[in-house]
């Protein structure tokens, strides 16, 4: 059976940091950061992975640029406990949380245009972002925060203009 993905609420704050400590060692505060996050809805979009009863992932979506009737999310964050990844649990993650977010969007009147995603240029997550979001790379930016950093995006429209849309 494949895990559930639910909408994070302000009690997975614990477990969220724990993971984000784990997976981002060179950020700080994760208690703070994921207590800010998990505040900030509808700006932040904040889902978990539920694995035998544990929460074994999150994801942050972000809407840019403030509610736009046609809006951009930004894959702002995912991780995966060390221990479970590789196993397809990060592409189920972002395609279950996607589908919730765009309903979510739905619900507010808007629809979904597109997809921004950034990766360290050296981080595999770019492989498993081309491949879910069908995201491309459009820029890289030399030293934006530890090394140089590549923007993806992914057009949501169906149209033939960017990137095409992600297999599902
Ligand atoms: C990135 C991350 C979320 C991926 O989660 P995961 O559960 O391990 O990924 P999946 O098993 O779902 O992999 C799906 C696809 O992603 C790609 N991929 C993921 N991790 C990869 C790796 N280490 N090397 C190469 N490809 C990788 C593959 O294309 C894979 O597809 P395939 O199975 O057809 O080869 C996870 O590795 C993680 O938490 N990393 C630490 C935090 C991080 O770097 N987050 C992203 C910051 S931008």
Redesign the pocket.
């Known amino acids: 059976m494949k895990p559930a993905v639910r909408p994070a609420t302000i009690e997975d704050t614990q477990a969220i940091s724990a ?1 984000h400590r ?3 060692v060179r950020q700080q505060a994760s208690d703070l950061w994921v207590q800010a996050t998990l505040s900030a809805y509808p700006r932040l979009l904040p889902f978990v992975l539920v694995l035998d009863g544990q929460i074994a ?1 999150y ?1 942050f979506w972000a809407q840019k640029s403030g509610i736009r009737p046609a809006a951009t999310l930004e ?1 702002d ?6 221990r ?11 395609r279950e949380s996607l589908a919730l977010a765009t309903a979510s969007l739905h619900g507010t009147g808007q629809t979904l245009k597109s997809i921004l ?4 240029a050296d ?3 770019q ?6 979001l069908g995201a491309k790379v459009v820029a890289s930016i030399e030293g934006l925060y530890s090394a140089t950093e590549v923007i993806m995006l992914a057009d949501m429209t169906g149209g033939t203009s960017g990137s095409t849309s992600p297999s599902s």
Request: proline share 0%.
């Open positions: 993971l784990e997976a981002f992932g994801i894959l964050q995912i991780a995966i406990a060390a479970h990844q590789g196993h397809g649990y990060g592409e189920h993650l972002i995603v950034s990766t360290r981080n595999a997550a492989r498993l972002y081309a491949k879910v």
